[in-house]
């Protein structure tokens, strides 16, 4: 008798545990994703070996907006999430000159920004620069997305507009360090 209870007991704690290790499963894969930031792009909003939370269920019903930060996938390596912020969307014009972003005609505020001036890549980096002429009208279904650290982030200026069907998530917050843990 006692036995029987003890296996029941254990049979219990077993279901509880695959039900709980299911549920965390199908919510890392449908709504929250934890990500690593391994560069220096995002500074000063995101440092280097700072880890964090996206939630992966807004896209689907409505469009990413300038000033999300948000993870995508790497147009140029399958496979690898990149973390940028989105700057301007479908049918909006994209220009960069005297180190500054305009969106439409207008000069963009950028508090976040990494103090450096905002150059064009075929400026700095030629060798890198995509096929992207200024002013750049983004495509539809697409989002121009940058590196909150100008002058060390290879992002739309590199590889052009990013299809929004490859963005995997909305960043929330950082929680590692727990010392720095913030919302974004």
């Known amino acids: 008798m006692r036995e029987e209870r003890r296996d029941a007991g254990a049979l219990s704690w077993a279901k509880s545990f695959v039900v709980a290790l299911v549920a ?3 919510l890392r ?3 929250f994703g934890v990500y690593y930031v391994p560069s220096g792009s995002m500074l000063d909003t995101i440092r280097q070996g700072d880890q964090l939370v996206g939630e992966k269920v807004s896209y689907r019903f409505v469009s990413p907006r300038p000033g999300d ?8 390596d399958p496979g690898t999430t990149l973390i940028k912020r989105v700057v301007a969307t479908a049918g909006q014009t994209v220009d960069i000159h005297d180190g500054k972003v305009y969106v439409d005609g207008v000069e963009q505020v950028e508090d976040y920004v990494e103090g450096r001036p905002t150059l064009p890549l075929d400026r700095h980096a030629p060798a890198l620069a995509a096929d992207v002429s200024y002013p750049y009208i983004v495509p539809g279904d697409r989002v121009w997305v ?3 650290n100008r002058t060390n982030s290879l992002d739309s200026r590199y590889f052009g507009a ?6 995997t998530s909305r960043a929330l917050f950082i929680y590692w ?5 913030r919302g974004l």
């Open 146 to 148: 940058m590196g909150d």
């Open 24 to 26: 965390v499963a199908l």
């Open 29 to 31: 894969a449908f709504v």
């Open 69 to 76: 930060v948000v993870t995508f996938d790497d147009p140029e």
């Open 162 to 167: 990013v299809s929004v069907s490859s963005i």
């Open 177 to 181: 360090p727990f010392a720095d843990a």
